[in-house]
């Protein structure tokens, strides 16, 4: 199973507002005993929070946002994905001709293929 396979490498969360920053502690203690997150085995479990308080530009009707960022090892599907749409492209040369225009591929289109191993 894919989702099991799949894991983070590393979170960033932004929270913005009251935040108590010992609640914010405890649930990272949390996710990290009861292993909510799957983290990479070759590194640490890397989850950095930041806190700042609320913008006195925007006006929201919410006491907490918060964005989280994460880097995950499942964007190798996303990529695979891709690949597979370009060589089903490819083989049948559709949508090549707009290309073939261009200085870098008149000669053909090799840095095109090239680009796709790596």
Not at 26 to 40: D, H, P, T, V, Y
Not at 61 to 82: D, K, P, Y
Not at 85 to 91: A, I, N, Q, T, V
Request: charged share 30%; aromatic share 8%.
């Amino acid at each position: 199973d894919r989702a099991h396979k799949d894991c983070y490498i590393s979170i960033l969360n932004i929270i913005q507002g009251e935040v108590d920053p010992t609640q914010v502690h405890k649930s990272l203690q949390r996710i990290r005993e009861r292993k909510l997150a799957n983290f990479i085995p070759w590194g640490p479990a890397s989850i950095q929070v930041a806190l700042s308080r609320k913008s006195p530009y925007v006006s929201t009707s919410h006491r907490v946002s918060g964005l989280m960022l994460a880097n995950h090892t499942s964007i190798s599907s996303l990529f695979e994905r891709a690949m597979r749409d370009y060589d089903k492209l490819r083989k049948r040369n559709a949508f090549l001709d707009q290309f073939r225009k261009e200085k870098m591929f008149m000669d053909g289109l090799d840095e095109m293929d090239d680009s796709r191993e790596v």
